[in-house]
């Protein structure tokens, strides 16, 4: 059973940063793109940034590039998206997801993780 569960998420001001984490388990991720998307209220669930397990590629939002680092830990499974220069625009759920590489989806989903900007 593959869980994914993220953390650290809260209430920052505008301009500070933040450091989500998602704790995956129940598999082996090697041939795994793990990714995080947000959605902001009232708004459809946008692509944030993803990551290889295996390669290292990074690919990251228009919106989000320059402000939003990607990272994963392999020896405690871990993905991590660091967000700086917050903008009260960036508040949203922030989902971690995990598909296969080969098929381009992401199958398994996490609860969120709540991410609000205070201007």
């Known amino acids: 059973q593959v869980q994914l569960v993220e953390s650290g998420g809260g209430l920052v001001q505008a301009g500070g940063s933040l450091r989500l984490s998602c704790a995956a388990s129940?598999?082996?991720?090697?041939?795994?793109?793990m990714g995080w998307f947000r959605q902001a209220p009232g708004k459809e669930r946008e692509f944030v940034a993803s990551i290889t397990w295996s390669s290292l590629r990074s690919d990251y939002a228009d919106s989000v590039r320059g402000r939003v680092t990607i990272s994963r830990d392999n020896a405690r499974n871990t993905v991590y998206l660091e967000i700086d220069s917050l903008k009260p625009e960036d508040t949203a759920v922030y989902y971690c997801?995990?598909?296969?590489?080969?098929?381009?989806?992401?199958?398994?989903w996490g609860q969120g993780t709540q991410v609000s900007v205070s201007s």
């Open positions: 997801a995990a598909g296969l590489i080969i098929t381009g989806k992401y199958n398994y």
């Open positions: 129940g598999r082996t991720f090697s041939a795994y793109r």
